[in-house]
């Protein structure tokens, strides 16, 4: 045996591996194999950011170290890999890099920007994974923004709609005004900012008198329908069944009661507007008030705001507030720390808009989801309580539709004449009901022989939150249950809500079973001070560096011994440099070895010591 160069070098080596494991195919899944035990990892297609970051490094090697040992220890291991491509997140990025909005493109144009920056950075992260030495079977490779994949997102819409799972409704939901979409609860991030309490003179009818209603949104003052008061707040609840003076608009509203207004916010008076808020949307639910739609789709005020109409929020909020000072009705203002709702892509506040959109009844789920999170084994265990608690604090559904360009197309047409709903057959897909026509003569309820194509694509989620069932090899092969339920899904704290849940309710929605037998969640990585890795703050460590200077094991052995999984731990380069002094020492007793060992020829018989074997026992 030639005995090993004295200097590790790292770099050199890895490289020579990583090429050698894959002309080898040595982490293949054995499809043929019937005799070992199989283990299945649902490895999350990442989003495509383009940079292969410190976090990414963390939870790829949380669970290649479980690909390993299972390997090691007998399994045929199925370790995919696919990426997660559209969204709203690329789009914004088009549309900054390009400088142009998504209107400014023809769809197919715009779709093109978005396909080219996706593969730009698919090829970065892909060579951060194999870089990292990840074991994954790169025969498997995906990418969602193909129309192969678009097949599987549609086919299992047109299944739940088939089962009563998707609907298209009337509903307000979260809606963010510069991207000018729909979103999901789950992308909305709350950012405390500071906000201004307006105290305002609303007349009452049939007296001198008024009553004064604090809000921080003066600007919905056009679409209030009602005031509400605490039917137990003995200042107010006489005034109960009265009406009221809309000031600026001069429409009559009535003052109803309402358990949940608070008597020691603001004056105890609140104006319910159609919507400036949630709890707006669950009072107007309640008491069946009418609705003011106020808002365009991109954040202006629409005609039922009358004089205000085309202002932007911002402008209408102004305005609103100096003719409210010229007819003394503004009384005060006090400034006041607020949580608001923004956009998690670009930040924007979200407002809440009524439109039709398709959702998928996820709430009347919870109770299973609740079972099947109890069945899973968790990593730690207490991550559980955190998808629980998700579900169960939902209180709308999951609205599926985004208004945007790069996404999986919603399979359907509708009726010109009576607006009927054509849902795509399970043959038709994939189609792209805006170049295609429904493969139908007529409507099957008037006749009529025009149809209109849905414009909307899928929220990416619906794309991603089949992996388990499409990693086993749904729908295309007889024996995808051989690999579901996954055996693990590994996640991150950030992702549960997202996920660990909508991954829980669409299979459990098509196959009424459990996704994964068990979820490995990982922590994220923070900054050597102990904050949030950010580049804004100074403490950004980009994987490549740490690659570059000690290699992939130490950075390796920095994320296996960083602590707790689920738990939050920090980038220090102390521990790189401990995993490279480590790997030095195994080199070192290596190189040793193998010079005792210059005349020993690989596959010659031997006798073997004592104590070799215990050494050898000792690696069992
Ligand atoms: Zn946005
Ligand atoms: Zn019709």
Redesign the pocket.
Known sequence: MKPLPKEFDAIAIERKWQKKWEEMGIYRFDWEDKTRPTFSIDTPPPYPSGEFHMGNVLNWTYFDIVARYKRMRGYNVYFPQGWDCHG?GIEVQVEREHNISKRDLPPDKFRKLCEKLVEKYIAMMREGVIRLGCSVDWTTEYRTMNPEYWKLTQLSFIILYDKGFMYRGKHPVNW?P??ETAIADAEVDYEEREGTLHYIRFPLEGSTGHLLIATTRPEFIPACVAVAVNPVDDRFNKYVGRKITVPIVNRTVEIIPDENVEPSFGTGVVMICTYGDKEDVKTVIRHKLPVVNLLTQDGKINQNGGKYAGLTIKEARKAIIEDLKAAGLLEKTESIRQEIGV?D??E?PIEILELPQWFMKTRILTEKVEKAANEVVWYPDYMKTRLIDWARSLDWDWVISRQRVFGTPIPVWYCKNCNEIIVAKEDWVPIDPKLEKPKIDKCPKCGCKEFIPEKDVFDTWMDSSISCAVHAGWPNREDWRRLFPADLHPSGVDIIRTWAYYLMVRHLALFDEKPYKSCLINGMVLGSDGRKMSKSLKNYVAAPDVLDKYGTDAARQWAASGGATGSDIPFRWPDVEYGRRFLTKLWNAARFVSTQLKDYKVGEKCELQLLDRWILSKAE
């Open positions: 709203l963010c510069r991207c956009c892509r670009c924007t």
